[in-house]
């Protein structure tokens, strides 16, 4: 017999003793451990999964910061800074010129004369002149027309208005006023120079109501700032100012007329106008029970014949009014003089 023979049987018996034998109780313990140990590594690649889009987004992030660095940087240790938006260069008009023309202007141009002087004519408004080698900037030009002169001097001639000032010019921080006058600026080495051939000038500090104020023939000095200044009047009368004229025989020379009309003289018309402009303001007014109140300042000029030649309000007074004390005006007169004159006078009208 085969020594393998047996094998056979031997399988067979244990298989049946396996077969007969109860089942083997499961280990849950263990299974419970390795479940847990399953749940616990699904999580924690979910976890490195999530760690790495967080990581990506953030070295994104940091790459775009690198990026940006590496423009904003102009050399080591250095940060370039971002390059400065420059403002549209302001255009120049007149090197070379006479005349130029106002309207064509805008706020920021320059003008600017060369060898000869160089005049800019606003139509119906004024015209204004640059000495040979000055300059100034256009600094408004709506209702009033204003300007900064920047070097050498200027000389205006302004249309009269009825609006409490038409025309301006800067200098430094001085501020030169007109409403319709002849007058001329001169920017010096110490300071505003200021001149008037007609009309008045009103001349103060940037920000500040005026306190000097100029007329015809006046001439003045200022600080740079506006807050001093002298101002000088003709004190010579005509007769000096003016060749004697040959008289013939058996007649009387003229009496000499004076400079300008005494302070009294103007004070008195002046009273008169008020007068007149608190008339018109009463005739004008409905009547009621309401009561209203106004508040101006008249601010008039006189020629060299003793009439009214301009009058303004400030502020200025509904049209209608302002005309009927222009009528009224007509009556009213100051000694004649070689210059006229001029007065201010706060005026309360009320109903």
């Given at each position: 017999?085969?020594?393998?023979?047996?094998?056979?049987?031997?399988?067979?018996?244990?298989?049946?003793?396996?077969?007969?034998?109860?089942?083997?109780?499961?280990?849950?313990?263990?299974?419970?451990?390795?479940?847990?140990?399953?749940?616990?590594?699904?999580?924690?690649?979910?976890?490195?999964?999530?760690?790495?889009?967080?990581?990506?987004?953030?070295?994104?992030?940091?790459?775009?910061?690198?990026?940006?660095?590496?423009?904003?940087?102009?050399?080591?240790?250095?940060?370039?800074?971002?390059?400065?938006?420059?403002?549209?260069?302001?255009?120049?008009?007149?090197?070379?010129?006479?005349?130029?023309?106002?309207?064509?202007?805008?706020?920021?141009?320059?003008?600017?004369?060369?060898?000869?002087?160089?005049?800019?004519?606003?139509?119906?408004?004024?015209?204004?002149?640059?000495?040979?080698?000055?300059?100034?900037?256009?600094?408004?030009?709506?209702?009033?027309?204003?300007?900064?002169?920047?070097?050498?001097?200027?000389?205006?001639?302004?249309?009269?208005?009825?609006?409490?000032?038409?025309?301006?010019?800067?200098?430094?921080?001085?501020?030169?006023?007109?409403?319709?006058?002849?007058?001329?600026?001169?920017?010096?080495?110490?300071?505003?120079?200021?001149?008037?051939?007609?009309?008045?000038?009103?001349?103060?500090?940037?920000?500040?109501r005026p306190t000097f104020f100029l007329r015809a023939n006046d001439a003045g000095k200022f600080s740079s700032d506006g807050t001093r200044g002298e101002v000088q009047r003709p004190t010579q009368a005509a007769a000096e100012l003016q060749p004697h004229a040959a008289t013939k025989p058996g007649t009387s020379a003229k009496p000499a007329l004076a400079a300008a009309p005494s302070s009294a003289d103007v004070g008195k018309a002046l009273d008169q106008l008020s007068s007149a402009t608190t008339s018109c303001f009463e005739a004008g007014s409905a009547k009621g029970e309401v009561r209203v109140q106004?508040?101006?300042?008249?601010?008039?000029?006189?020629?060299?014949?003793?009439?009214?030649?301009?009058?303004?309000?400030?502020?200025?007074?509904?049209?209608?009014?302002?005309?009927?004390?222009?009528?009224?005006?007509?009556?009213?007169?100051?000694?004649?003089?070689?210059?006229?004159?001029?007065?201010?006078?706060?005026?309360?009208?009320?109903?």
């Amino acid at each position: 017999m085969s020594e393998h023979a047996g094998e056979p049987k031997a399988l067979e018996r244990v298989t049946s003793e396996m077969r007969d034998a109860p089942a083997p109780e499961p280990d849950w313990e263990r299974v419970e451990q390795q479940l847990f140990a399953r749940i616990d590594a699904d999580e924690r690649a979910t976890r490195r999964a999530g760690t790495f889009r967080i990581v990506a987004v953030l070295a994104a992030a940091a790459a775009l910061l690198l990026v940006v660095g590496g423009v904003m940087r102009s050399g080591p240790g250095e940060v370039a800074r971002a390059p400065a938006v420059s403002a549209p260069a302001a255009r120049v008009f007149g090197p070379g010129a006479e005349r130029v023309d106002g309207a064509g202007l805008a706020v920021g141009d320059r003008v600017v004369a060369g060898a000869a002087q160089l005049a800019v004519e606003h139509a119906g408004r004024g015209t204004w002149t640059l000495d040979p080698s000055s300059q100034a900037t256009l600094t408004a030009t709506g209702k009033v027309i204003s300007l900064r002169l920047t070097e050498g001097a200027v000389s205006a001639q302004v249309v009269p208005s009825d609006e409490p000032e038409t025309f301006v010019i800067e200098v430094e921080r001085v501020r030169v006023a007109v409403h319709g006058t002849a007058f001329r600026v001169v920017r010096a080495a110490q300071g505003v120079e200021v001149s008037v051939t007609e009309g008045v000038v009103a001349v103060g500090a940037q920000g500040e109501r005026p306190t000097f104020f100029l007329r015809a023939n006046d001439a003045g000095k200022f600080s740079s700032d506006g807050t001093r200044g002298e101002v000088q009047r003709p004190t010579q009368a005509a007769a000096e100012l003016q060749p004697h004229a040959a008289t013939k025989p058996g007649t009387s020379a003229k009496p000499a007329l004076a400079a300008a009309p005494s302070s009294a003289d103007v004070g008195k018309a002046l009273d008169q106008l008020s007068s007149a402009t608190t008339s018109c303001f009463e005739a004008g007014s409905a009547k009621g029970e309401v009561r209203v109140q106004i508040q101006t300042r008249l601010d008039a000029s006189f020629g060299a014949d003793g009439r009214v030649r301009s009058l303004v309000f400030d502020p200025p007074l509904a049209p209608a009014l302002t005309e009927c004390v222009r009528r009224e005006a007509q009556k009213v007169r100051v000694p004649e003089s070689a210059s006229g004159g001029s007065g201010q006078r706060d005026v309360l009208l009320g109903t």
